[in-house]
């Protein structure tokens, strides 16, 4: 094109032509002839055609999922356009089935919706959905009559994308719900233990047995379970776990007894638990049981009371974290000065101040004169560097139940010190009695009590004989899930425990 | 001077809408065209999927009629069309030879015919199944269009009024 004689675009035919053939007319083309060629504004419009081409290739590979193959053992029935689906809606389809290479499986073909496509990750695990008649459960009675379809269990958040996959040949063991706590029962036989079957307290379902399988070294059954998220703080160390199976037949001077709870657990067992009064920490995921035969007759009798449920692992996190507070002082007797204190819990509070037991401020009247201190969150404070906000003990009619004292402190504290709203404290105790949760620095230690184990009195609510509240506990926030306030501090000696405010 | 100016300009019209379609074309043919929703199942089709769908069904007839009028010899015609412009290179008598037979190719490509069986099936199929139109449609809209702009565009006096 630098040369104005040549043609713009030389043609394979235009260049042997000239001497076998008429006078080349092209070869007398010129350059402005092409700028004039150009000089449409047509050529606006193709740029814009050509655009408009690219996006549509581009929007339509946004919105077309990815393609993934599915390897299965047996086909089941599945057809193309069939649906992957997942919580019970389509999440792909499909596009075709052919038998393997090897003719010892099929291929699955399945075209992923768009929003799906992050589903084709690694850890997904595939399944063809099929009538199934179990014990407990009829599964998958929707594809006796209507089409098969491919089931998911999704990938973990952020997994590897894949687009090859090894489908299972049947549903996958029920994978636990998230935030389950998993454990594994030991037994010595299987005794009709099941997959699937429940794990019951007092009767009640707290979970499952995911699966039931020989130990490694073939010694023991091993049943790794699945307690459901709501209920794992009942499982403790100390809990006992034993094998109700099936049924007894017990034929005695009595008469006949049949021993089964459900028909489902007289098919497919269960196992019972228990937790004793005094439960353990809790355990975590992974933690090995043994599985017994039978109950003792001791562990039948327990009565733990233990916070749990949704409630209770809504607020694990948002409970009161009450520190250890000491008060020393110093008495004359029998002309020497010996050393005293006591100790027990305190609440920071967020407005600096310390919310506790009015005793633990207060120093007996037997004190000597500036001896006392006030010892917790690693600083030691004398009289002077503290100031007490309002204490009712004067004023309280019974001297053996004190009440509840506020100080604060010119002194810097610690600051991983867990401080509570000081909008969250109540005045006084609530009108009515009602279910509370005893807060403790260790959240395996929190004690639940129902308001049935509550009494009203003037001095403040008397905690039942049948609750576990020991001398330990003395001093603790108490905390009432309803109002989710403080409303009081737990007040135990060798007559009483109370919730005084 | 002025007359093979204006030639060089409709020239310069047809080879630049010619080349549009060119380039819409791939888009009006591999992308889907269709999306049929029936009885929960979702089915998309492309020009080009659903003749290979017709030949796996041995519809042969009716897939080789489909992919000769409506994708090759459009096709033909528009890359006819553009080498009738842009080539002014070439020989008169080759350049007469492909304008008459672009015009005879020009009678068979039935690209816009296509458009109306789409428009005809959308009315009589809307109650029995649901379905849309792809990004296709757009493609082929616009590729219908830019074809018939460039062979309205082409001034057959060029091939031999051209020097």
């Known amino acids: ?501 | 001077m002025d007359i093979p100016r204006n030639h060089e300009r409709s020239q310069g019209r047809t080879a630049a809408a010619a080349i549009a379609a060119v380039l819409l074309f791939p888009a009006a043919i591999l992308l889907p065209i269709l999306e049929v929703e029936q009885l929960g199942h979702h089915h998309q089709s492309s020009i080009l999927g659903g003749i290979i769908e017709l030949f796996r069904n041995g519809n042969y007839f009716v897939a080789i009629v489909i992919l000769v009028f409506s994708i090759l010899l459009p096709l033909a015609k528009i890359l006819a069309l553009i080498e009738l412009s842009w080539l002014c290179t070439l020989q008169q008598r080759h350049r007469a030879w492909t304008y008459r037979l672009m015009e005879q190719i020009g009678k068979w490509s039935m690209m816009d015919v296509m458009l109306l069986a789409l428009l005809v099936m959308l009315i009589k199929l809307s109650g029995l199944v649901q379905f849309h139109f792809g990004p296709a449609v757009v493609a082929f809209v616009l590729c219908v269009t830019m074809s018939m702009i460039a062979a309205i565009c082409f001034d057959p006096h060029a091939i031999w009024e051209s020097p």
């Open chain 1, 1 to 501: 094109m630098n040369e104005p004689d040549t043609p713009p675009v030389p043609n394979a035919e235009a260049i042997p032509d000239p001497n076998a053939e008429a006078i080349p007319v092209a070869l007398l083309q010129t350059n402005p002839t092409m700028t004039r060629w150009f000089a449409s504004r047509l050529w606006w419009l193709t740029l814009v055609c050509g655009m408009v081409s690219l996006g549509l290739f581009w929007y339509s590979r946004q919105n077309t999922g990815s393609l993934i193959t599915i390897a299965f053992r047996e086909g089941h029935g599945l057809k193309p356009e069939d649906r992957l689906t997942y919580r019970g809606i389509e999440i792909g389809a499909v596009e075709k089935i052919e038998l393997n290479p090897e003719r010892d499986g099929v291929v699955a073909h399945v075209r992923l919706t768009p929003r799906a496509r992050s589903m084709a990750a690694d850890g997904a695990k595939f399944w063809i959905v099929r009538p199934m008649l179990s014990i407990d459960a009829i599964r998958g009675l929707d594809t006796l009559l209507g089409a098969k379809y491919i089931a998911i269990d999704p990938p973990s958040v952020g997994a590897r994308a894949q687009s090859h996959f090894v489908g299972l040949d049947s549903a996958p063991i029920i994978s636990p719900v998230d935030g389950s706590l998993e454990i594994s029962l030991d037994a010595k036989s299987r005794g009709g233990l099941e997959n699937g079957a429940p794990i019951l307290f007092r009767g009640f379902r707290i979970g499952n047995v995911v699966q039931v399988s020989l130990a490694m070294d073939a010694r023991t059954v091993r049943a790794r379970c699945a307690i459901d998220p709501e209920y794992r703080d009942i499982i403790r160390n100390n809990s006992k776990f034993w094998n109700r199976s099936g049924w007894r037949l017990e034929f005695g001077l009595s008469g006949l007894k049949l021993d089964a709870d459900t028909l489902a657990q007289m098919l497919s067992g269960g196992i019972e638990m228990a937790t004793p009064s005094e439960p353990a920490p809790g355990v975590s995921t992974g933690h090995r049981f043994f599985l017994y035969d039978k109950p003792e007759a001791e562990w039948l009798a327990w009565q733990p009371s233990m916070a749990h449920g949704q409630a209770w692992s809504r607020l694990a996190p948002k409970m009161p974290q009450p520190i250890r507070i000491a008060l020393r002082w110093q008495e004359r007797s029998f002309g020497f000065r010996t050393n005293q204190q006591r100790s027990s819990w305190c609440l920071p509070l967020s407005d600096g101040s310390v919310l506790c037991l009015a005793e633990q401020i207060d120093a007996p009247k037997s004190a000597l004169a500036d001896s006392t201190r006030i010892e917790f969150a690693g600083v030691s404070l004398s009289p002077s560097q503290f100031q007490v906000l309002n204490t009712t003990s004067e004023a309280s009619q019974d001297s053996s139940v004190d009440k509840v004292g506020r100080f604060t402190t010119s002194e810097p504290i610690a600051d991983d010190v867990v401080r509570w709203p000081v909008d969250r404290v109540a005045g006084k105790l609530p009108d009515a009695v009602c279910d509370v949760l005893i807060a403790h620095a260790d959240s395996s230690s929190v004690v639940a009590i129902d308001a049935g184990r509550l009494k009203k009195t003037p001095m403040g609510w008397e905690i039942d004989d049948q609750v576990l509240v020991d001398r330990d506990y003395h001093g603790l926030p108490v905390f009432s899930s309803e109002a989710s306030q403080v409303i009081g501090f737990v007040f135990v000696n060798k007559q009483k425990r109370m919730i005084v405010r």
